[in-house]
Nanobody, 115 residues
C-alpha cells in the first residue's frame, strides 16, 4: 500500500508559478510510475504529467512547455513545477502512484489561478 500527501497548492495570479510536492509513504524507487492529475469543477479528471522509474516523462497537451514533473528518490517525493499559470489551470490536483498493479491517489490540493 502507498499513502500520498500533496502540498503546495494555493492562490496565484495568472502568469505566476507554483510548485506542488507529493510525499510517498514508501520508497518511490519501488513505484513504477507517479503522476499528477487534475479535476476542475464540472470537468473530467485529466492527466497533467507522469514520470516512470526511468525518469521518462509524459505531459498533457494543455501543460506542455509550462509544467515540469520531477522525482527525488532520496526524498521519496515527486514535484510538479507549474509556470505561466492560466485561469484554466484552476483545479484540484491529485498525486498518483502505480504500485503492485494498483493506482493510489492522494487527497488532492487546490490550485486557483486568478485573472
Amino acid at each position: 500500500q502507498v499513502q500520498l500527501v500533496e502540498s503546495g497548492g494555493g492562490l496565484v495570479q495568472a502568469g505566476g508559478s507554483l510548485r506542488l510536492s507529493c510525499a510517498a509513504s514508501r520508497t518511490i524507487s519501488s513505484i513504477s510510475a507517479m503522476g499528477w492529475y487534475r479535476q476542475a469543477p464540472g470537468k473530467q479528471r485529466e492527466l497533467v504529467a507522469d514520470i516512470n522509474s526511468r525518469a521518462i516523462t509524459n505531459y498533457g497537451d494543455a501543460v506542455k512547455g509550462r509544467f515540469t514533473i520531477s522525482r527525488d528518490n532520496a526524498k521519496n517525493t515527486v514535484d510538479l513545477q507549474m509556470n505561466n499559470l492560466k485561469p484554466e489551470d484552476t483545479a484540484v490536483y491529485y498525486c498518483t502512484a502505480d504500485y503492485a498493479y494498483r493506482r493510489y491517489w492522494g487527497q488532492g490540493t487546490q490550485v486557483t489561478v486568478s485573472s
